[in-house]
T-cell receptor
Framework: GIQVEQSPPDLILQEGANSTLRCNFS?????LQWFHQNPWGQLINLFY???GTKQNGRLSATTVATERYSLLYISSSQTTDSGVYFCAVERGKFYFGSGTKLNVKP | KAGVTQTPRYLIKTRGQQVTLSCSPISGHRSVSWYQQTPGQGLQFLFEYFSETQRNKGNFPGRFSGRQFSNSRSEMNVSTLELGDSALYLC????????????FGPGTRLTVL
């Protein structure tokens, strides 16, 4: 299967700070999504981004498919951004990374 | 449009029992995928159903099975439960196949005693 590595595994930020989360994958993929899992376990999809750059409010994502990585940018972080961020890639089926656990302190 | 729903939300079973979990996808979605999430193994793909046919399968033993009905609702069944089956089971739906955006339900938290 495809290996998906996310970094950093843990991140602590002060409210208002910016951050970059990285996702590396081991082979070409058809689909890449970023998700946020809230403390209750709900996975919310943030971006469907097999390639290119997208922005949604304070979040943006860039995928460079030829180099097999994706980046998720969070600007002006808020306490509600806390949770675990997952990258998932698809080639026939979905493979998830182990996530980045983000804690935004007030 | 209503989101993906899963029932029940919480379940406690004992070893050796079997369990059935249910997932109702977003209206109009035909693909349903199931995942198991545990602290040790993370999120792992179980299987995907599309138009009542299993299209993909993960690396889980045969105790894990599923099906999809004509209205796209899906069930997964785990027989002869083991302690290690304790997990959050997540269902996701997408419009056509896994290359589309996946939308997740709230999950069913299964505890095996």
């Amino acid at each position: 299967g495809i290996q998906v590595e996310q970094s950093p595994p843990d991140l602590i930020l002060q409210e208002g700070a910016n951050s970059t989360l990285r996702c590396n994958f081991s082979d070409s993929v058809n689909n890449l999504q970023w998700f946020h899992q809230n403390p209750w376990g709900q996975l919310i999809n943030l971006f469907y981004i097999p390639s290119g750059t997208k922005q949604n409010g304070r979040l943006s994502a860039t995928t460079v498919a030829t180099e097999r990585y994706s980046l998720l940018y969070i600007s002006s972080s808020q306490t509600t951004d806390s949770g675990v961020y997952f990258c998932a890639v698809e080639r026939g089926k979905f493979y998830f990374g182990s996530g980045t656990k983000l804690n935004v302190k007030p | 449009k209503a989101g993906v729903t899963q029932t029940p939300r919480y379940l406690i079973k004992t070893r050796g029992q079997q369990v059935t979990l249910s997932c109702s996808p977003i209206s109009g979605h035909r693909s349903v995928s199931w995942y198991q999430q545990t602290p040790g193994q993370g999120l792992q793909f179980l299987f995907e159903y599309f138009s009542e046919t299993q299209r993909n399968k993960g690396n889980f033993p045969g105790r894990f099975s599923g099906r999809q009905f004509s209205n796209s609702r899906s069930e997964m069944n785990v027989s002869t439960l083991e302690l290690g089956d304790s997990a959050l089971y997540l269902c996701a739906s997408s419009s056509d196949d896994t290359t589309d955006t996946q939308y997740f339900g709230p999950g069913t938290r299964l505890t095996v005693l």
